[in-house]
């Protein structure tokens, strides 16, 4: 059942295109006027390049063009009304073009916004790039920090066979998880000693602080902001939290949180030594079910084991 609903949610607008144009087509075999019938198909046509572009709304338009001749071939009488094989011939053409120019017209106006704000996107995650870094450049253990949890986060988001602009968000958010430390004291975030109580609440806020930084650009990073702000917590006390309702923390940041501690295990501290690749991937796949997402814990069990080969 979780499934179904991340498949749903994933390519809800594809379904939405798909379940318009199933209409259609029973209206093309139910509906004996040729007029609604070819007027209704301009509604998926428009509703596909809208939701995804002028490439699946061009795609859309031919399918039902291809569908209606389809029909036409079945039913004569419904769509050749008059004996003149021409003006058929002219009705149709015409139909079918002023389609395509829809479907290329409004897609080309999604493509252009969709261009816009990823430009947009690129220009603040570029700004807060150049911040995480700096916060990190202070600190010679945490330095690359940010970079290496993006990379490998994106690794396992492909292993997992993500969609193209959900491996990019989850790209984004590993590179920005730690932002929020901008507004915390580096003397505190340096320090080698065991920190306070006090401390140790003060560093939990910085993914908060990072989600509230992210959502004051507007909604440029709005899908960021959710993997930045549950990247900490835990794959079990999220699923009792919660009702045992997963989908309240973001699959990108079950991804990021893998990603976080397996580059934190790893790296030098200056109260511990880096662990091996190896024994960190152990223990990461003994918490696999309680800290962790177990098929997160699997794809970064792939990822890993094939750099471990490579090196």
Do not use: C
């Not at 209206?27 to 007029?35: L, P, V």
């Not at 816009?116 to 330095?143: C, F, N, Q």
């Not at 109580?197 to 560093?203: A, F, K, N, Q, S």
């Amino acid at each position: 059942m979780e499934k179904i609903k991340e498949f749903v949610f994933q390519y809800f607008e594809k379904i939405l295109v798909a379940l318009i144009l199933l209409t259609a087509l029973a209206g093309t075999y139910f509906i004996e006027e040729k007029a609604i019938i070819l007027n209704f198909y301009y509604l998926p046509v428009l509703v596909s390049s809208y939701l995804l572009g002028r490439r699946l709304g061009l795609l859309t338009s031919v399918l039902s063009i291809l569908v209606v001749l389809l029909f036409a071939f079945i039913f004569p009488e419904r769509f050749f009304e008059s004996p003149d094989l021409w003006k058929n011939f002219a009705v149709l053409s015409s139909w079918g073009g002023f389609l395509i120019l829809a479907s290329i017209v409004v897609g080309t106006l999604y493509d252009l916004r969709e261009r816009h704000l990823l430009d947009l996107k690129k220009a603040y995650v570029g700004i807060l790039e150049i911040l995480a870094k700096y916060l990190e450049s202070t600190d010679r253990y945490t330095k690359g920090h940010s970079l290496r949890v993006s990379e490998l986060a994106m690794e396992i988001a492909i292993a997992m066979e993500l969609p193209r602009k959900e491996v990019e968000n989850i790209r984004v958010a590993g590179l920005l998880h730690d932002i929020g430390k901008i507004e915390i004291s580096g003397e505190i975030l340096r320090k080698a000693a065991d920190l306070t109580t006090e401390e140790r609440e003060l560093i939990d806020t910085h993914a908060a602080r990072g989600a509230n930084l992210l959502a004051s650009v507007g909604g440029v990073l709005k899908e960021v902001v959710p993997l930045v702000l549950a990247h900490h917590k835990y794959f079990m006390s999220a699923l009792e939290e919660e009702t045992k309702e997963l989908t309240k923390m973001p699959l990108g940041a079950r991804i990021v949180a893998v990603a976080d501690t397996f580059d934190a295990m790893t790296t030098d501290r200056p109260y511990r030594k880096g662990m091996p690749p190896w024994k960190a991937l152990e223990e990461i796949m003994a918490k696999s079910g309680k800290q962790f997402d177990p098929q997160v814990v699997e794809a970064f069990k792939r990822v890993s084991g094939e750099k471990m080969e490579k090196t």
